[in-house]
């Protein structure tokens, strides 16, 4: 049974506050967190899907091409009541909609450009979104750990990635960002998209996941033969900064407070200045990251939250994905699985 839902009446109560008759949603991250999951997508890439929603305070028209319709209306999850209109493939969409003072989560001219706002509404998981999150991380970290462990040198990048993206892929999640660097790579780019280059004796492997429009980040470090004494000391250094991170994620601070401390952290660790060097992550949620956090981010840490850090020092990363609850931060990118852990105290707070 559908039925008029929390999300969809937060959004009708913005549009006063924002002065609008209408709003046009089209970005496949609003379309998701809007209907707890459609994507209305056919290019896997593409940041836009092929059909739109058009909200008003008193109805919701899903807008879409005639050869686009009968599956959306078929597959597409829709958790309120909601209409429809379809319009030749070959037209405009400007021909079913009406005259108004209307926003667009796109740049269109004669629109206002409402994309910032969403971000900041889409915040605060569900329920249903909360266990939606749980078993995508756990899933995408048995994943990235499984592949990890059947590696052995020799193993090209592109073989890497091509594992990881099978084992998502087979279990209905989109590998949005993978992130493969053997060897020296990983201390040469921050980004390393996957080449040919063969894996000597470490690999970096960063897999961003998503399924049902919700993402998780995770970085694991793949090891051959015994830890040289300074490598040992930087992972223990990154997993420090880490620890202080997230002990600094507390609900109720502002962004640019926490980014103070993990600037602060850096430097009480030797490695001052060392955060320009990479961004630091943020909340995630129906992007990789919803916004990257820095010294001038608006607004207040609310529990809730999805967040991704990922303090990089030269050669290692630390990154996994946590949920701020009222009981604190919960790891989703664990897995159950026996993974090598480094735990570490901040006061009554445990991280590993």
């Known amino acids: 049974m559908r039925f008029m839902s929390k999300k969809l009446q937060r959004l009708q109560s913005a549009l006063l506050d924002w002065q609008l008759d209408g709003l046009l949603l089209t970005r496949r991250d609003n379309i998701a967190w809007l209907t707890e999951g459609a994507s209305y997508y056919v290019v896997d890439r593409a940041e836009v899907g092929v059909a739109s929603l058009f909200v008003t305070a008193d109805n919701v028209q899903l807008l879409a091409p005639d050869n686009e319709l009968p599956r959306i209306l078929a597959e597409e999850p829709m958790p309120f009541e909601c209409g429809h209109k ?37 915040q605060g998981l569900n329920t249903n979104e909360q266990h939606r999150f749980r078993a995508l991380g756990r899933e995408a970290a048995k994943i990235v750990e499984g592949v990890a462990r059947q590696l052995r040198p020799g193993v090209s990048e592109y073989q890497i990635e091509a594992q990881i993206a099978a084992a998502c892929l087979s279990v209905g999640i989109r590998p949005v960002c993978t992130l493969v660097a053997a060897d020296e790579r990983i201390t040469a780019f921050k980004h390393p998209v996957p080449t040919r280059k063969a894996l000597e004796r470490m690999v970096l492997i960063t897999l961003g996941a998503e399924r049902e429009g919700l993402h998780v ?14 490598l040992r000391q930087r992972i223990l250094l990154a997993a420090n900064i880490h620890a202080d991170i997230l002990s600094a994620t507390q609900s109720g601070r502002t962004w640019s407070a926490v980014f103070a401390d993990i600037t602060q952290s850096y430097q009480q660790w030797g490695f001052d200045g060392m955060w320009r060097c990479h961004h630091q992550g943020g909340p995630a949620g129906y992007g990789c990251r919803d916004f990257i956090v820095t010294s001038v981010t608006k607004g207040n840490v609310e529990v809730d939250t999805a967040i991704a850090w990922n303090p990089t020092l030269n050669g290692v990363k630390c990154e996994d994905t946590f949920m701020l609850t009222q009981n ?12 090598p852990k480094i735990t570490l105290q901040r006061g009554a707070l445990t991280f590993s």
Do not use: K
């Open 217 to 230: 980040s995770l970085s694991r470090l793949v090891h051959f033969g015994e830890l040289e004494i300074a």
């Open 328 to 339: 604190g931060l919960e790891n989703l990118t664990r897995s159950d699985d026996d993974w």
């Open 86 to 122: 379809s319009y030749s493939w070959h037209q405009s969409m400007d021909s079913v909609l009406p005259q108004g003072r209307f926003g667009s989560d796109q740049r269109l001219v004669g629109y206002q450009d409402i994309q910032p706002a969403m971000v900041a509404l889409r």
